[in-house]
């Protein structure tokens, strides 16, 4: 058996018996991807996914990170059951999702990339009856949709017919539609995409509240949303892997510690022999380390200049992950 093939049929599992006796398999291993391929066969060929692999634990929060068209989406779709992949190994709970669809399906829930809450009920209605439609007894539909209504900041719009929503309002209605059943594993595909700053951090604080007992696998833009919720981040490229690690880790790894942004840069004559830096508008990023931060600061504020300090950031990361690979 190879090292793949091991990995797959989880060696780590602990294989107990449940009440009727079956096998119940307890994995720390949630989901686990290898080696998958997925190509669309539209007008053109497009390979979405390349030979992607990783796994995802079971509680916490698993964030995905790439630049637009590097194969987010389809990989939300393909753990979800939405979506057949071309080649390589899945499990998700233990089942394929080629194969055990609906196993998987009982216990997930998803934010859609674009999705939209059907437009002749209300928020209210859409939580309630995807709470039935999910087993719930009427009493605890209820209490559930009530609860969601309060908690991601619905109440005031809650009676309205979706069509009658703004985008941001459809979208919190699509998030406490996901929460409200409190599935082991919730997929949110860029979910806080269009939300004032309030609705993002009310989704922020339940994400926080819930993950330490379910799964949450996240897509995001939003590199400050990314750095503060996730324990482990996965960046892609055109569909591959690029690196993982948790976001302080990633940040560690950074070839250095601080960023001086030098504002309103014009065509100041800069004396600093430190200029290692990327133009951003109008201001100039310079990355440093402890040794050199006073010196370059100095040097800085003597040659009159108008600069901000930082400790590097996710962002940061991300950025130059790109940049590195893009130079290749
Ligand atoms: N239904 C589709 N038909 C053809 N190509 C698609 C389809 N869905 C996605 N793609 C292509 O697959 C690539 C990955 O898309 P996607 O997974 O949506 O990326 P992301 O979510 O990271 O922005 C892109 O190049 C995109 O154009
Ligand atoms: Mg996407």
């Given at each position: 058996m190879?090292?793949t ?8 599992n ?12 307890e994995?720390?291993?949630l989901?686990v991807?290898?080696n ?5 066969h ?10 992607l ?9 698993f ?5 637009n ?8 779709k393909?753990?979800?059951?939405l ?6 190994d899945?499990?998700v ?13 009982k216990?997930?829930s998803?934010?859609p ?6 437009e002749?009920?209300?928020p209210?209605?859409s939580?309630?009856?995807y709470?039935?439609?999910r087993g ?18 619905i109440?005031n ?16 209605v ?17 979910p806080t995409?269009?939300?004032d700053?309030l ?25 400050e949303?990314?750095?503060f919720?996730s ?9 591959k892997s ?7 880790e990633?940040?560690k790894?950074?070839?250095y ?19 290692i830096?990327k ?10 380390n402890?040794?050199?931060?006073d ?10 200049l ?13 950025i ?9």
């Amino acid at each position: 058996m190879s090292d793949t093939e091991e990995t797959i049929s989880n060696k780590d599992n602990d294989v107990l018996k449940g009440k009727n006796n079956e096998e119940v398999i307890e994995s720390r291993d949630l989901i686990v991807a290898r080696n998958l391929d997925k190509t669309y066969h539209g007008k053109s060929e497009v390979k979405a996914l390349s030979n992607l692999s990783f796994t995802v634990k079971r509680g916490g929060v698993f964030t995905l990170l790439g630049r637009n068209g590097s194969g987010k989406t389809t990989t939300v779709k393909l753990l979800s059951t939405l979506l057949r992949r071309d080649s390589g190994d899945l499990s998700v709970f233990g089942f394929d999702p080629n194969i055990s669809a609906e196993e998987i399906r009982k216990k997930i829930s998803i934010v859609p990339q674009e999705g939209k809450p059907i437009e002749y009920l209300t928020p209210r209605e859409s939580i309630y009856f995807y709470l039935r439609m999910r087993g719930f007894t009427k009493e605890e539909a209820e209490r559930r949709t009530e609860m969601v209504i309060i908690d991601f900041l619905i109440d005031n719009f809650s009676d309205q017919r979706c069509f009658t929503l703004s985008v941001g309002q459809k979208q919190i209605v699509l998030v406490a539609m996901a929460f409200a059943p409190n599935p082991e594993l919730i997929f949110l595909d860029e979910p806080t995409i269009g939300l004032d700053p309030l609705a993002r951090q009310r989704v922020w604080k339940k994400i926080i509240e819930i993950k330490s007992s379910t799964t949450i696998f996240l897509t995001t833009h939003y590199m400050e949303e990314a750095e503060f919720l996730s324990d482990i981040v996965l960046i892609i490229k055109e569909g591959k892997s690029i690196k993982q690690g948790s976001p302080k880790e990633l940040i560690k790894q950074f070839k250095y510690k601080h960023k001086v942004t030098i504002n309103n840069y014009g065509n100041e004559n800069i004396t600093s022999q430190y200029i290692i830096s990327k133009k951003l508008n109008d201001s100039l990023v310079i990355y440093l380390n402890e040794n050199e931060l006073d010196k370059v600061v100095q040097q800085l504020v003597k040659d009159g200049l108008e600069i901000t300090i930082n400790k590097v950031s996710l962002e940061d990361v991300f950025i130059s992950v790109m940049d590195e690979d893009h130079e290749k």
